[in-house]
């Protein structure tokens, strides 16, 4: 899935995209490449780490 599909996946279902990670993040959708945004939430007890599948079923609930 692209990003642009997925972030306004997020805006038409009431989410708010953060740019950054930090506790006011509730979730991080991570692919095959996440890189030092997924570290840096790993340190964050209150961030939920998804993958794509996480999300999508999230998305249709």
């Given at each position: 899935?692209?990003?642009?599909?997925?972030?306004k996946m997020v805006e038409d279902?009431?989410?708010?995209?953060?740019?950054?990670?930090?506790?006011?993040?509730?979730?991080?959708?991570v692919g095959e490449a996440a890189?030092?945004?997924?570290?840096?939430?790993?340190?964050?007890?209150?961030?939920?780490?998804?993958?794509?599948?996480?999300?999508?079923?999230?998305?249709?609930?």
């Open positions: 899935m692209k990003r642009n599909d997925a972030e279902n009431g989410g708010r995209l953060l740019s950054s990670v930090s506790a006011n993040l509730n979730y991080l959708v890189g030092s945004k997924l570290e840096k939430a790993k340190k964050i007890k209150s961030v939920k780490i998804i993958n794509e599948l996480e999300f999508l079923n999230m998305i249709r609930t």
